[in-house]
């Protein structure tokens, strides 16, 4: 029996092969911000599972990972680039001052 927009459910719609897909602007798409997302969540779930039993793990508190112990923080930022990094780029040099700028 059709839906509400006169479909039978399990069933493919037809689609008209007169309509072209959209054009995008490739400057415009968000693969590599997803893929950045993903990865985040992937590492996280890393950091979750090998936890010791006196840490905690706090997830886009003081950075992107943070793991505390005994007094002690572990921050992180978490990053997939494509490009190569170096330390000496002002991105390296602003998470290295949010290091040594972080208290547990």
Do not use: C
Request: aromatic letters at 6%; zero cysteines.
């Amino acid at each position: 029996m059709p839906d509400s927009m006169g479909e039978t459910p399990g069933q493919e719609p037809e689609v008209d092969p007169s309509v072209a897909a959209p054009i995008g602007q490739v400057a415009r798409e968000g693969w590599n911000s997803h893929r950045g997302y993903v990865y985040q969540v992937w590492i996280s779930i890393y950091q979750w599972l090998v936890l010791k039993v006196n840490e905690v793990l706090f997830l886009e508190h003081a950075e992107d990972l943070a793991r505390t112990s005994d007094g002690t923080i572990d921050l992180a930022q978490v990053r997939q680039v494509v490009a190569s990094i170096s330390l000496n780029t002002d991105k390296a040099r602003a998470a290295t001052l949010a290091r040594h700028g972080a208290v547990a």
